[in-house]
Structure formats: C-alpha cells, structure tokens
C-alpha cells in the first residue's frame, strides 16, 4: 500500500479547499481502512468551503473534510470482526462515544460527545479514510457507489421524514434541496398521499418533480392554500417535514398544518428566529427536532427501501473527477445542481 495519499484539505483560515498530499493514515485495533471510490458534496461542506461564521468557529485547520462517500475495506484492525478485505461499504459518519447516558441505552444518535469525520476530525475527501469498524456499513451489491456515497443525506432524509407516520397522510416539505427531495420519495414511497414540496428556486423544483411523484410549488408564484383546495384537501397537511431552514417556510407550514399537525424539523434556521408561538400552540402542533441518522436504524430502514424500489439516483445531477473539485464544488454553490459525487478511483 502507498505511504501518501491525495486529499481535499481545509489548509487555511479562508474560503476554498486546497488538494493536498497527506499520509494514509494508521489504523487502531478497532479500526478499518477504507479505500475511497465516490464521495457526496454536502451542504455542511459548502459552509466549510465559504468559510462562513460557523465554520470558522466548528472546524480546526488543517483538516481533511468531507463525510459522504462510498468504498472498500483494504485494511482491518486487529479486534475487529465480520468484515472482511474487499467488501464495499459506506459508513455513518458521527462518531460518537460510550459513556453517556444515552450511547449506554443505545440511543447513540443522541450521543453529546458525537464529533464529525471531515467536520471535527479527519475526513472522507481522500483516497484512503479511518474509521471505526463500529460505523462501517456494508452495501449491498445492488447498491452502486454513487448511491452509496449520498446515504448520509438519504439518511438524514429518511431519519425525518419517518420521524411520524406517513401512511395514507397529506405532507407538506419545504425547502427542494436533495434532503428535501429525498424525503419527498421517501414520503411517497411509504404511502403518504399527497405531498406537496415549496421552494422559489425553480431549478430545484423542477428536479423535484423528475426525482419523486410530488406537487413542487414555488411559494412566490402560488399560495399554499389554492394547493390545498386543488388537491381536495379538507383541511391541512398532517406531516411537515421542515427542511430549508427559512423561517418564512416554517411560518408558511404552521399556517398549512391541520389542527393537531406535526411538523419534524431538519433545517437550521441561522441564529435567532421569531417564532409565533400562540399559532403553534392553539393549533396544538407537535414539533421534532432531527439531527442526524438514528444509529443504525436509519441505515437498516434505507437500504431495505433502496432494495424495495426506492429510487433516488436522479437526485444525482453532477459527477466530477476529484481533479475537477473546485468545478464540482462551483456546481453546487450555484443553487441549480442536485447532489455532486466527485470520484476518487
């Protein structure tokens, strides 16, 4: 095996990442090695690249980032068991530790000593990645790379949009970003009714529509209650799923919820936002928070859907080399792409 590897690093205190020659790195006991095939560009690493307040107060320097990929063990440590050299796996990203109350009941999720590969240590943007033999997450053969290397988003779509039951309900998700659209195939897939995604960028709409069976709707053209009354809703949406972080989305789904509504929250509105907390409450609207997968149900719960006719592929827009990442990465700053999966081999 090689001594070096090239990587995508976050070397300096400013907007970009630089290409780097970085040694592969040594594994622990626990640990395996995994030869990098695709990795997903993020949103996280668009705050990364933009070098914007949070990341410059998140993100140590230097840094290998990135946390959506896919490959194979080529190295195993010497504890671990039931992986084997060669297999192809993607990996849950939050390592978390074993301490708290919460990992010892198993709801490791909620862990709060959970840190980030390519966030808080050494990441996926590279030809070679660490990680505990714990977060490893075998593929299926009949999942490609591609989509191998999106199951972290996939994920945190699936984590919020089965955060409620879905089944014969009305759903309204706003925010068309591949999280949102995501969701919108999940809901679909799992017998939501109708499902209705917002947003303003048309680009992003349109892709909607390719991706799922959805009703795409561009709040500053149409209002969301003529939609209601198109569909023959009687009153509102059952399930909000809240993915745009806008705070004039999430004011627009509390108005369009039914009485007794529930809305499951991924979006992150940025610092402080007003909220009209009597509509919530007179409406008697239940609100989740949604960080991250469940681990591993999540990951369970997605692969048997991909293995059942979930079909998300087309949420995929770009592909680059790695030697065109700043292409890739301009590609997904510019609003109009789906996900971009850059391809290390």
């Known amino acids: 095996m090689r001594n070096d590897m090239i990587a995508l690093e976050k070397t300096h205190a400013r907007e970009g990442l630089w290409q780097v020659t970085a040694p592969v790195p040594e594994i622990g006991p626990d640990d395996v090695l995994i030869r990098v095939h695709k990795t997903g560009i993020?949103?996280?690493?668009?705050h990364i690249w933009n070098w914007d307040a949070w990341a410059e107060q998140t993100v140590p320097t230097p840094l290998i980032t990135g946390h959506e990929f896919a490959g194979e063990i080529v190295e195993i440590g010497s504890n671990v068991d039931g992986l084997v050299l060669g297999q192809r796996c993607s990996g849950e990203g939050?390592?978390?530790?074993?301490?708290?109350?919460?990992?010892?009941?198993?709801?490791?999720?909620?862990?709060?000593?959970?840190?980030?590969?390519?966030?808080?240590?050494?990441?996926?943007?590279?030809?070679?990645?660490?990680?505990?033999?714990?977060?490893?997450?075998?593929?299926?053969?009949?999942?490609s790379d591609d989509i191998g290397a999106i199951l972290d988003p996939l994920g945190n779509a699936v984590h919020t949009a089965l955060s409620f039951d879905l089944i014969g309900e009305d759903v309204l998700i706003t925010g068309?970003?591949?999280?949102?659209?995501?969701?919108?195939?999940?809901?679909?897939?799992?017998?939501?009714?109708?499902?209705?995604?917002?947003?303003?960028?048309?680009?992003?709409?349109?892709?909607?529509?390719?991706?799922?069976?959805?009703?795409?709707?561009?709040?500053?053209?149409?209002?969301?209650?003529?939609?209601?009354?198109?569909?023959?809703?009687?009153?509102?949406?059952?399930?909000?799923l809240e993915m745009s972080g806008n705070q004039a989305a999430l004011d627009q789904m509390v108005e369009a919820m039914t009485m007794g509504g529930r809305i499951a929250m991924l979006g992150i509105p940025p610092g402080?936002?007003?909220?009209?907390?009597?509509?919530?409450?007179?409406?008697?609207?239940t609100i989740k928070g949604v960080y991250g997968r469940e681990i591993f149900e999540t990951w369970y719960k997605m692969i048997a859907m991909l293995q059942n006719g979930l079909d998300v592929s087309r949420v995929i827009?770009?592909?680059?080399?790695?030697?065109?990442?700043?292409?890739?990465?301009?590609?997904?700053?510019?609003?109009?792409?789906?996900?971009?999966?850059?391809?290390?081999?």
């Not at 709409?205 to 009354?229: F, K, M």
């Not at 402080?272 to 609207?285: E, G, L, N, T």
Request: aromatic share 6%.
């Open 42 to 46: 993020c949103g996280t690493d668009i």
């Open 272 to 285: 402080q936002s007003p909220v009209d907390w009597s509509r919530i409450v007179f409406k008697a609207i």
């Open 317 to 345: 827009t770009h592909r680059f080399a790695v030697a065109d990442f700043e292409a890739g990465f301009a590609t997904m700053r510019s609003g109009s792409s789906g996900k971009v999966v850059l391809d290390w081999t």
């Open 176 to 240: 068309a970003g591949p999280i949102g659209i995501m969701a919108a195939a999940v809901a679909r897939h799992v017998g939501a009714r109708h499902v209705v995604i917002t947003d303003v960028n048309p680009d992003r709409l349109r892709l909607a529509g390719e991706v799922a069976d959805v009703v795409p709707v561009n709040v500053a053209e149409q209002d969301l209650a003529e939609v209601i009354a198109s569909l023959g809703m009687q009153q509102g949406f059952d399930v909000g």
């Open 94 to 143: 939050h390592l978390i530790g074993k301490t708290s109350r919460q990992s010892r009941a198993g709801k490791f999720h909620l862990d709060p000593a959970t840190r980030g590969i390519g966030v808080n240590e050494q990441g996926a943007f590279a030809q070679y990645l660490r990680l505990p033999a714990f977060n490893v997450v075998p593929l299926p053969d009949e999942i």
